[in-house]
């Protein structure tokens, strides 16, 4: 493929979708949205750092994840006022939990043996 950004792109919108769905479907376990925002920071991290190996790039999404979510712990009225918002409840989250970290690590780590193992060369 020319623009390996572009097949990144499309899914990442298919994952933000089914992130939102699952938290519509009251019989998908809560920690399954949490292990797709794993693999959501995932896509987005390589969508930026194209040239990076698959290592680096679940090496920074993690860190990325559990930074979003060891911020959780920070309660000031500024941030909680963002946090109630569509969009800062999706993005920052509302409350600390160990699991999320959990169900962040396997996320990550399934994109990268999705993409380890069949996208064969996904940097230029």
């Known amino acids: 493929m020319k623009n390996p950004r572009i097949t990144y792109f499309i899914s990442l919108i298919i994952v933000i979708f089914l992130g939102i769905i699952s938290r519509k479907i009251d019989f998908i376990p809560l920690c399954f949205g949490d292990f797709l925002y794993g693999v959501?920071?995932?896509?987005?991290?390589?969508?930026?750092?194209?040239?990076?190996?698959?290592?680096?790039?679940?090496?920074?999404?993690?860190?990325?994840?559990?930074?979003?979510?060891?911020?959780?712990?920070?309660?000031?009225?500024?941030?909680?006022?963002?946090?109630?918002?569509?969009?800062?409840?999706?993005?920052?989250?509302?409350?600390?939990?160990?699991?999320?970290?959990?169900?962040?690590?396997?996320?990550?780590a399934f994109a990268f043996i999705i993409e380890k193992k069949y996208i064969k060369k996904p940097y230029i």
Request: aromatic share 18%; glycine share 6%.
């Open 40 to 108: 959501m920071i995932y896509i987005l991290t390589r969508i930026f750092l194209i040239n990076q190996k698959p290592i680096q790039i679940a090496i920074i999404s993690l860190f990325i994840c559990y930074s979003i979510e060891f911020f959780q712990l920070y309660q000031s009225d500024w941030i909680i006022a963002i946090r109630k918002t569509l969009l800062g409840k999706y993005v920052l989250g509302q409350g600390f939990l160990w699991t999320d970290l959990a169900a962040y690590t396997f996320g990550a």
